[in-house]
């Protein structure tokens, strides 16, 4: 699966910004979805996860109350809405997708990954 991210830029802080991630084709529909972040020196750690059927999920503590994820199955798209964004949210972000859910919500653990795009946040 080939997945696409898009909608990243610079953006002020408090400002917001809607990521998108296509996967043409393939069986999207039974992939948990994610969105990860890699800070410049940093490693890459996962923001946010959505369950194929929408139905959970997942935030890291970071930007709860401020991000949303969210699918469309229809579509074959899964999004991240990153409201009141602050500068240390700053990073390229990844869309990623895995159907084994029981491991944890490492890097190593998706199977398939988008090319990123840049998000910067200017204070």
């Known amino acids: 699966v080939q997945l696409q991210a898009s909608g990243g830029r610079l953006v002020q802080a408090g400002g917001s910004l809607r990521l998108s991630c296509a996967a043409p084709g393939g069986t999207f529909r039974s992939y948990e979805m994610a969105w990860f972040r890699q800070a410049l020196g940093k490693e890459r750690e996962v923001v946010a996860a959505?369950?194929?059927?929408?139905?959970?999920?997942y935030y890291a503590d970071s930007v709860k109350g401020r991000f949303t994820i969210s699918r469309d199955n229809a579509k074959n798209t899964v999004y991240l809405q990153m409201n009141s964004l602050k500068p240390e949210d700053t990073g390229v972000y990844y869309c990623?997708?895995?159907?084994?859910?029981?491991?944890?919500?490492?890097?190593?653990?998706?199977?398939?990954w988008g090319q990123g795009t840049q998000v910067t946040v200017s204070s």
């Open positions: 959505i369950l194929r059927n929408a139905g959970s999920t």
């Open positions: 990623a997708g895995r159907s084994n859910v029981v491991l944890p919500r490492a890097a190593e653990n998706y199977n398939y």
